[in-house]
């Protein structure tokens, strides 16, 4: 008897230890990076996020990988190069055209056609059809926001500015930069300027350039993207009224070529500059860099100033599942988790991301009730992208490396435009 | 077994040979077969137009123009502060391990980190260089360090002296030790001035010494990355822009895998040719 009850209990241990093994050789690891991991605010959510995907699927385990915002597509390129990249990576819309021509993007429509008919139709189509390569989807649309003018409502009052009046147009808007650009401690130099923007050769320098150059009736390339438009009168005004308000006007603080996106952001933070071009990114991070501004308070935001035509840049981000994944019904598990309508609005709610799903954007409370959220929505029927071209990072970097060589007077405004309007036609002739 | 042990350092030598070949070997032939690499898949297998685009590329020659300007500075400086600092922690200074250890403290700091902080330091609205400059009354309002044309790559060289001297430092300061002091003793009873024991017992005692630091020194600055891409990217327009910064562009921002290895291949090219007084002074010893 006494030697039953042992080989019982002997044998009740190795099938205990046996299951717990069995299911731990089942559960399936997934790498997922994404750059917002290194942000505080999003890395709460993205972790909360995760939690929530791990209680609803036992058998997935994710990693989560940081990677910097500039060095995403460095960290991407070669990891995908070595067939290391993670099942599950975020990036910009405008670097899929890169990631397609080198095959380092799943094709993602068998798992699509497993959803069923309809599955796409929640979200805007603009988005979808940046996503495919060849007509087919590669990557899962995420983030879809309108550039907007952030600016400080307490500076426009000291400056004698109404704010619940802001900037319509680009003639008011410099206006305004002029009476807000002051010298507000009384010791005769100018410590307060008001517009901070991007100079330096940094992947956000286009998101706010672009809102001027369309507004202004111009555009970088022409229609079938095989040449530059940048010889047309609109964008040579387009280009001279940017240059022009360091050069000239003054309106922008000192140090233009080597200030990038949290440089400007932590300007508007310390009450530097009263107004920059932003998106839903902006509140939150500014409110981290100086929580005694009180920046859901004091901010207020207005469509982009229009010259012509009313116009702005579309921040749209993407998620990509890895070619040579291991795990891919998993990674589209995890895939479809985040770009799910609930998940969305957990963006939104968590960080102040508007969605690219219309069930989400279009319709939440949360979404149209917010002052911010609201402004961004409305700008969406304006908004445009940077060209899906392969070659674009190298003409936006040639087009800055042009526009610096004006800011800082090494040429005038017609002699740099013409000198990029050359060198992209080369590009592209390539 | 005669035979066998005058084999045997074949196996000492191998596991050393393989692991050379596989990280250095490896990446320089997969580089130069990428630069003779098509960049559109057509009827040719390889061509030789990347090389002949660098010719014909609107920044190349601006960009190695700025190259040898940067090193030039660069190594200069360093081979001047680099002396005199390794002179001074070679005489008999009182708390010298404590001096060395803070001469060798710009070394440790990351590229990355030392170009961020430096960037801030330089900022023109908030940084202390023009703070402290305004309120010694020697400027009347903030210079734009690296957003000024004639300043820019300047300031990055200055930023790259005090990155990279503590390496020449160490250099000279172990040649200095080796130098017997007998030399000093017998230039003093001769009567010798400082200028004279300086240029006729230190510098030829440093001459090989000087020779190695020149050579590794040259081919760290050619590959200096960090610093520049932290605090300019380049800019403003081309004008801090150096071979490895282009080439990265080249390579993670623009995809152009091809080019940027024939980039690659001619910064080799040249960093060997740079190299060689340095090899041809290590066969001469041996």
Known sequence: ????????????????????????????????????????????????????????????????????????????????????????????????PMFFSKGFAKDLTSFIEKEGPGFMDAWYPL?????????????????????????????????????????????????????????????????????????????????????????????YLTPDMKHSALDSPEAKEAFTFFVELYTKHKVIPPGLTAMGAQDVRT?????????????????????????????????????????????????????????????PNEAWELIKFITSKEIELKWFVDNRVTSSRKDVSGVAPEILNDKFASVMASQLPYGKVEPQIKQWPEIIDTFTTSLQEAIVGMKTPDKALAEAHERINAILAR | MR????????????PGVLLLILVLGFPAITSVLYSVKPEQAGDVSYTLSHYSNLLKDPFFKTIFWNTGIFVFLSVGTHMILGLAVAMVL???????????????????????????????????????INDVLLKMGMIQSSIEWLSNPKLALLSVVLVNLWRGFPFVMLILLAGLQAIP???????????????????????????????????????????????????????PGVLTEVLSTYTYKQYFQFFRFEYASAISVVLTVVLLLVSLPYIWMISQEE
């Open chain 2, 3 to 14: 035979i066998k042990d005058r084999h045997m350092w074949i196996f000492f030598v191998l």
């Open chain 1, 127 to 219: 988005p979808i059809d940046l996503m495919k390569s060849k007509g087919k989807i590669h990557a899962m649309p995420g983030d879809y926001m309108t550039m907007v003018l952030f600016y400080n409502t307490e500076m426009f009052k000291a400056a004698g500015l109404n704010p619940n009046n802001p900037p319509k147009t680009c003639d008011d808007f410099l206006d305004y930069a002029k009476k807000l650009t002051r010298d507000t401690d009384g010791d005769g130099k100018i410590d307060q300027w008001g517009f901070g923007t991007l100079g330096s050769k940094s992947p956000g320098f286009s998101m706010r350039f672009g809102p001027f150059l369309w507004s202004f009736g111009g555009d």
């Open chain 2, 90 to 128: 070679n005489s008999a200074l009182p708390a010298q391990p404590l001096f060395r250890l803070i001469a060798l403290l710009p070394w440790v700091i990351p590229d990355v980190v030392a170009g961020i902080i430096w960037k801030w330091m330089f900022d023109p609205i908030y940084g202390a």
């Open chain 1, 267 to 327: 300007q508007l933070a310390q009450k530097k500059v009263a107004m920059i071009m932003g998106s839903g990114w902006t509140p939150p991070i500014v409110n981290k860099i100086n929580p005694d501004l009180k920046a859901f308070e004091v901010l207020k935001c207005a469509p982009a100033p229009t010259k012509r035509k009313q116009a702005t840049a579309i921040w749209l981000s993407s998620w990509v599942m890895s070619p040579t994944t291991k795990h």
């Open chain 2, 181 to 235: 002091k007998v030399l000093y003793e017998a230039a003093a009873i001769d009567g010798a001035s400082n200028l004279k024991t300086f240029f006729y017992i230190t510098i030829p005692g440093l001459r090989k010494m000087i020779v190695v630091a020149l050579a590794l020194d040259i081919v760290w600055e050619v590959r200096r990355f960090g610093l520049i891409q932290s605090m300019t990217q380049g800019g």
């Open chain 1, 1 to 96: 008897m006494r030697k039953i009850v042992t080989l019982s209990i002997c044998m009740a241990v190795f099938l205990a230890l046996f299951s717990a093994n069995l299911a731990v050789a089942a559960q399936v690891t997934l790498r997922f990076s994404d750059w917002h991991l290194t942000e505080d605010v999003w890395n709460k959510s993205l972790n909360e996020g995760m939690d929530i995907f791990h209680k609803r699927h036992s058998n997935i385990k994710v990693v989560l990988e940081p990677v910097s915002y500039k060095e995403k597509e460095t960290k991407y390129t070669v990891e995908s190069a070595a067939g290391r990249a993670p099942d599950v990576f975020h990036v910009h819309a405008f670097s899929l």
